[in-house]
């Protein structure tokens, strides 16, 4: 944990950089650690669009073989999508010019300017460092939770492992109790654990056997999303479907040989036992224990950035994009859109030895998959304010953001995320409003 507050300027740390580096062929001019969504589309961005960096000057540290669109998972899980369809190898999305290492790094040093890797590439240093690590996944903080989604019944959709359960589940159960769960902490994509619930809801309504399946929404929070005008919306549509929310339920244990669900009243404390037929998990979720030598004490072990430049609020030659930074933020892919483009700015500036100008206004968007064919395209900024894209209202559900979701943004994540060309809407935000609002 960082316990000092003193920024540490550029120049400063290419002096500890020059005493530090181990060899040059292990020094890059920026290392780019995850290659998931914020990772590669930083890479792209210094190799292929802002900047033209030389192959060898740009890394990318990633140890997976598989590159993941991972908010196909909703409907993955409902079979509207194959997982096949939500994968790349990663060798086909890394952008031409970076080297890729695939290795895990184990420690981030910030004061000497280096990391280290768990394989034989040993420690690396850079001039530059951008953080992109995601959010990590907590399965055993839920009891029993990692031996029941052996068994029938429960799934989830938090995982390219466990994501091929849900539809088995969904198809699987002809009546009974069918339970969703969110944590209670922050997780990646807040509206997912509902999402699946409503496409659960439309199969069983299409085959005729939604009056004998209880349809329970456990929700940690005391409400059933964060920004009130969608909030208004989904209080409407799950009394609708006819789904029992209970707030402030917080899933502790999963008890599968009784099939039987604990979960944790944080109103009263008091410990309750629901049965299940089926199961879908949103598990806890936290930082990822790399960032801690990025973290400060308020920060919750998320990286800590400027919420504006998402600089490091420390080191000048460190920024962080995505699910492992503490900007206060819904994280999802969207969100990572729109800082990708001010991540890029910055840190080109800080390069150029200027300081970080672009701002990012918290931007973030979840589509609410609420049936089949039907869609509310929530969009927000920090202050949990509307930031919608057309000049609708987009609490309303819709066919076209259906659509939308299913069809049109998966190619936006492949073609233009991933390589360093889609910085988010709000360029076609200020064209449909007339160039009115933010
Ligand atoms: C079920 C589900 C539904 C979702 N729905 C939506 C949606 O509808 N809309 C939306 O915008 N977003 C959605 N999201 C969220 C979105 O996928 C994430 O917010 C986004 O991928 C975050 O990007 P990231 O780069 O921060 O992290 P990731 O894309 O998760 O990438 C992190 C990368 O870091 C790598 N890594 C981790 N640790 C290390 C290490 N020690 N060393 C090196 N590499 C490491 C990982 O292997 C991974 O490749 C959804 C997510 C899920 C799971």
């Known amino acids: 944990m960082l316990l000092s507050t003193t920024r540490v300027s550029v120049h400063q740390l290419r002096r500890y950089a020059t005493t530090a580096v181990p060899k040059d062929k292990d020094h890059y001019h920026l290392v780019v650690v995850g290659g998931g969504a914020g990772g590669l589309s930083i890479a792209a961005k210094f190799t292929e669009v802002l900047t033209t960096l030389d192959k060898g000057k740009v890394v990318v540290i990633e140890p997976n073989e598989m590159h993941y669109y991972q908010p196909m998972w909703t409907l ?186 604990v979960f944790e009243d944080l109103a009263s404390n008091e410990r309750k036992r629901f049965k299940y037929d089926m199961l879908h998990v949103t598990p806890p979720m936290s930082a990822p224990p790399l960032v801690s030598s990025l973290a400060d004490p308020q920060s919750g072990g998320y990286m800590s950035v400027n919420k504006e430049t998402l600089q490091h609020v420390k080191y000048e030659n460190i920024f962080g994009i995505g699910d492992c930074t503490n900007a206060p933020t819904s994280k999802t892919a969207a969100a990572v859109a729109a800082q990708t483009g001010v991540v890029s700015r910055n840190l080109l500036a800080v390069m150029k030895g200027k300081k970080p100008y672009a701002h990012y206004d918290g931007y973030t968007s979840c589509p609410l998959v609420t049936g089949n064919n039907k869609c509310i395209l929530a969009e927000f900024d920090y202050n949990l304010e509307p930031l919608e894209t057309f000049p609708i209202d987009q609490s309303k559900e819709s066919r076209l953001m259906y659509y939308m979701k299913k069809d049109l943004m998966p190619n936006m994540y492949w073609n233009g995320l991933l390589k360093g060309i889609w910085n988010g809407p709000q360029f076609y935000r200020r064209i449909m409003h007339l160039g009115m609002g933010k």
């Open 76 to 261: 993955v899980g409902a079979g509207i999508k194959t997982v096949a369809q939500s994968g790349r190898p990663m060798a086909s999305v890394m952008p031409r010019q970076v080297k890729w290492i695939r290795d895990r790094c184990v420690s981030i040093e910030p004061d000497h300017n280096r990391v280290r890797l768990s394989g034989a590439n040993g420690v690396l240093s850079y001039d530059f460092l951008v953080v992109a690590v995601g959010i990590h996944i907590d399965w055993n903080r839920v009891k029993g939770l990692t031996d029941a989604l052996k068994t029938p019944g429960v799934c989830s959709n938090y995982s390219v492992e466990t994501v091929t359960k849900t539809l088995p589940a969904i198809e699987g159960i002809k009546e009974g109790n069918a339970i969703f769960t969110f944590p209670n902490t922050a997780i990646k994509c807040a509206g997912a654990p509902q999402k699946i619930m409503y496409l659960a809801d439309a199969y069983w309504r299409q085959h005729g056997i939604r009056d004998k399946i209880n349809i329970t929404y456990n929700t940690a929070l005391g409400v059933i999303f964060g920004v009130p005008k969608y909030a208004k919306a989904l209080n409407k549509i799950v009394d609708q479907k006819n789904i029992n929310v209970n707030y402030r339920h917080n899933l502790v244990e999963v008890v599968a040989d009784k099939k039987e669900a």
